[in-house]
């Protein structure tokens, strides 16, 4: 089967730009993640997606970050505008269910470089 | 809360020998343990995981972990090591209860280095 695809693979913006990152699941997953992973740390959850309903998104800096997943397939992650801190690997992940004991499969992220 | 320790940055084992990367967790409630492995540049790949029964559980590659209630541990082993094996391991943790949204915690991160 088809992984999850994710675009760009890499960007460099300026602080203060906006960027945007696209994740396509594994066909048939109802549960979308978006994942931040700085150099050197395990990822953390952004926002997590059942369908096209968002289900957690505690750790979202709401006032610079926005996804959407319309159709309950694609998704988009947008930043704007951009600081330095925001400089990290951005890993979508996909998996069968939410809240149960199915594994989470990664695409192979965006790395985003603000200068 | 829910939080993963992994308390070595590093491990280094020579090629053929037995590896062990460690991990202790902390829940509330019961815990499904993950491990994942990055090589670089890549996503995470799924290794193996704990939901309940037997205490060690198989996974790809050779892999294997056991869970330990008593200890809140989850090592992932292998008996042979093999150059390839060199990567980054993460463990992680949810929290099974269905009230629980499903989030994956996850550690820090382990660089095995399996030399020739």
């Known amino acids: 089967e088809a992984g999850v695809a994710q675009s760009p693979r890499y960007k460099i913006i300026e602080k203060r730009q906006s960027v945007a990152f696209w994740c396509n699941p594994i066909?048939?997953?109802?549960?979308l993640y978006w994942y931040q992973q700085i150099l050197g740390q395990g990822p953390k959850l952004l926002i997590q997606?059942?369908?096209?309903?968002?289900?957690?998104d505690s750790q979202l800096p709401k006032d610079r970050f926005s996804a959407e997943r319309l159709k309950g397939v694609d998704s988009t992650l947008k930043i704007q505008p951009a600081k330095l801190e925001d400089s990290a690997v951005y890993l979508c992940?996909?998996?069968?269910?939410?809240?149960?004991?199915?594994?989470?499969?990664f695409g192979d992220g965006t790395r985003l470089s603000i200068l | 809360a829910q939080s993963v320790a992994q308390p070595e940055d590093q491990v280094n084992v020579a090629e053929g020998n037995p590896l062990t990367v460690k991990c202790t967790y902390s829940?509330?409630?019961?815990?499904?343990l993950f491990w994942y492995v990055q090589y670089p540049n890549r996503g995470l790949q799924f290794l193996l995981k704990?939901?309940?029964?037997?205490?060690l559980v198989k996974g790809s590659y050779g892999f294997e972990a056991e869970f330990n209630k008593s200890q809140t541990s989850f090592h992932l082993k292998k008996p042979s090591a093999l150059v390839s094996d060199s990567a980054l391991y993460f463990c992680?943790?949810?929290?099974?209860?269905?009230?629980?949204?499903?989030?994956?915690?996850f550690g820090q991160g382990t660089t095995l280095q399996v030399k020739p």
């Open positions: 992940a996909s998996s069968l269910g939410g809240a149960g004991n199915q594994p989470q499969h």
């Open positions: 704990y939901i309940t029964g037997d205490n």
């Open positions: 066909s048939g997953h109802a549960t």
């Open positions: 829940v509330s409630g019961n815990p499904y």
């Open positions: 992680a943790v949810r929290d099974a209860r269905p009230s629980n949204t499903g989030k994956l915690i």
């Open positions: 997606f059942q369908n096209n309903g968002v289900v957690d």
